[in-house]
């Protein structure tokens, strides 16, 4: 299980579900978004150190698999910025 280091410094699993949630927010279709989780699941086994990932660099390698899938949705999810707390 690969873990994601978010900015505020805690761990989180790694949730398949929030990317494909993510890619059909930003108006993916289903099947863009589990090819999406796919690909990115894969390039974790060799991105992650120590089972560990950015979430920025989480995040870059979705929106550059998601642009190469629908470059619509890659840009609407790259430009999407969480509200603050």
């Known amino acids: 299980m690969f873990k994601v280091l978010k900015r505020d410094g805690s761990l989180q ?3 398949w579900k929030k990317i494909t949630k993510g890619v059909t927010e930003a ?3 289903t099947e863009e978004a589990e090819q999406v989780a796919r ?3 894969t390039w974790l086994t060799q991105a992650a150190v120590d ?3 950015k979430s920025y ?3 870059v390698k979705v ?3 998601l642009k190469m899938v629908n470059v ?5 999810f790259e430009e999407y910025k969480k509200p603050e707390k």
């Open 13 to 15: 699993d790694f949730d």
């Open 27 to 29: 108006g993916g279709t």
């Open 39 to 41: 690909e990115v699941e």
């Open 51 to 53: 089972g560990v990932i």
């Open 57 to 59: 660099d989480l995040h």
């Open 63 to 65: 929106t550059e698999i």
């Open 72 to 76: 619509t949705a890659g840009k609407l």
